[in-house]
């Protein structure tokens, strides 16, 4: 019943606010549009329509602010009016009362906010639709930022993702493309992300483990945790300084280089996400800083890392493969990559997909971001994907989200940017690293340790296995492994010693030339 009254609620907010509107610009099916005109017949829509598309998600709830904040990126998908007023969601959601959030912190830490800070500002500045913030300082002097959980979340967030879950079943069974969409896998994948951000100290590690990553690169800056005043609710980290990254011109007034800044933006993404396999996957204009100090001017200032994406080595790889593929326009070996991962069939035809998808990425190269149709093409490969039964992952979902993110913030920044083209060198080389010899001696390296003790007991353990399998033949082939094993022993030796010669060599021939 409550999921069926939370339905109701949605369907009357829609109608209410006018976001049928909105809906139906995709429609042009007669019918619906008098549907939607009979049952909403005496109402009045004074406002724009972006103001109350705004208002509307703001009043649905925390998930459906997420769905606005990553629409408002995408200025190329709908109106400029629409996008600037769903641009308000990214850090401007009507804040809980100033009170409310001082008796959290104080129930947070268990002393009176005078104990704890030397100031608080009871204004937030910044209210988004998970938490809000508020400036501080310590009693030693360090200026703070305290993020505070609205009250309340869990209850309406778990209300959303009930019936999500049952709308994903229902698509699953009813559908045939709702099996090859995953629709259950991909609102699981939603859930869990929407409720890691719900607790503020797993926010917290993820801050720590992204400075930590970037600590060497010198492009962006993540704020330091003070660990001692972080809880489940409320968090306090470094306070950042920074022009948010939507107001171009007084970026750009400071002297700040627009085109090197949308190319580092490009770097981080695909070092977080090709090197270390973590990534900020949140990265909307409300979550990102220019810093204008001289000490750290032109360098990116990340915040809100309540989403984090991870990817294994597998999907790098595989990811990494495709994009060089992309880049060199061999659309054969994207077709080829496709069927080897297992997300087409494996008797699908190899020159049919690749046909296909030549069709719909060709007309987009030597384009200009600015004249590139991503909505034209994203359109085009659902309907290949659908054509030969491509199966969509949820473990991608979080990375496809933070590209759309990443396009739209580079297509505000510089027009002219070429992701592409950007992207490549970057690519290339951490791939020459990962299949290279150089990627060869760091994977050497990293399983020396493992190998030195499975070695020794690699003949104890085949002899085990083999007498369990407990057949009379047993003996030739333990015979045959030991002599494979000796074999493989030496073979390892050898190697070991000639690196140590050609070591000893190369030391030799620079003391020489010393």
């Not at 709702?178 to 629709?183: H, S, T, V």
């Not at 951000?197 to 720590?208: F, I, P, S």
């Not at 970037?214 to 330091?224: A, H, I, S, T």
């Amino acid at each position: 019943m409550r999921q069926l009254g939370r339905l109701i609620f949605i369907v009357v907010t829609v109608l209410r606010f006018g976001l049928d509107e909105v809906a139906l610009s995709v429609f042009h099916q007669r019918w619906v549009r008098a549907l939607v005109r009979l049952v909403t017949v005496g109402r009045r829509l004074d406002a724009p329509r972006g103001q109350r598309l705004r208002q509307g998600l703001e009043r649905l709830g925390p998930i459906f602010v997420k769905f606005g904040q990553v629409l408002s990126t995408r200025r190329d998908l709908i109106p400029l009016d629409v996008a600037d007023e769903l641009a308000k969601l990214q850090d401007r959601v009507p804040p809980f009362p100033a009170a409310q959030s001082r008796k959290l912190v104080e129930e947070a830490f268990g002393k009176r906010i005078e104990d704890i800070f030397s100031s608080f500002e009871a204004e937030p500045v910044a209210s988004a639709s998970i938490a809000q913030v508020h400036f501080a300082v310590l009693k030693d002097g360090r200026s703070v930022a305290v993020k505070v959980l609205r009250p309340g979340m869990l209850d309406v967030i778990d209300q959303d993702l009930n019936l999500l879950h049952r709308l994903a079943r229902w698509v699953d069974r009813l559908s045939a493309d709702g099996k090859r969409l995953k629709p259950r896998e991909v609102v699981a994948e939603f859930d869990g992300y929407l409720h890691d951000e719900l607790d503020l100290v797993r926010e917290a590690a993820n801050a720590t483990q992204l400075r930590r990553n970037m600590e060497g690169l010198n492009l962006v800056m993540v704020p330091e945790m003070v660990w001692d005043l972080c809880r489940h609710n409320v968090i306090v980290m470094q306070r950042m300084t920074g022009a948010p990254i939507s107001q171009i011109e007084r970026i750009r007034a400071a002297g700040v280089d627009i085109p090197k800044l949308a190319r580092d933006g490009v770097t981080i993404f695909f070092t977080q996400v090709f090197r270390d396999g973590f990534f900020h996957a949140d990265m909307h204009p409300g979550n990102i800083q220019v810093s204008l100090e001289p000490a750290t001017f032109g360098r990116y200032i990340a915040l809100d890392f309540g989403i984090i994406g991870t990817l294994t080595e597998t999907d790098k790889e595989y990811l990494a493969y495709n994009f060089i593929a992309f880049f060199r326009r061999d659309y054969k070996r994207v077709a080829e990559l496709h069927i080897e991962s297992g997300w087409v069939p494996s008797g699908t035809r190899v020159d049919a997909l690749e046909g296909a998808i030549r069709a719909v990425c060709e007309p987009q190269f030597d384009r200009p971001l600015k004249d590139i149709s991503l909505g034209q093409v994203l359109l085009r490969l659902f309907q290949i994907s659908r054509r030969f039964n491509v199966e969509i992952q949820p473990q991608l979902v979080l990375l496809q989200k933070t590209l759309l993110n990443i396009e739209g913030l580079g297509r505000d920044l510089d027009p002219e940017l070429d992701l592409w083209t950007t992207a490549q060198p970057f690519l290339e080389r951490w791939m020459n690293e990962q299949v290279g010899w150089r990627g060869l001696l760091d994977r050497l390296v990293k399983e020396a340790p493992r190998y030195t003790q499975l070695l020794p007991e690699l003949p104890r353990l085949v002899h085990q296995a083999l007498r369990q399998q407990g057949a009379g033949s047993d003996s030739t082939a333990l015979l045959a492994l030991l002599a494979e094993q000796r074999r493989t022993n030496r073979l390892l030796q050898t190697l070991v010693w000639a690196a140590v010669g050609f070591a000893a060599g190369l030391l030799v021939s620079r003391l020489f030339l010393a």
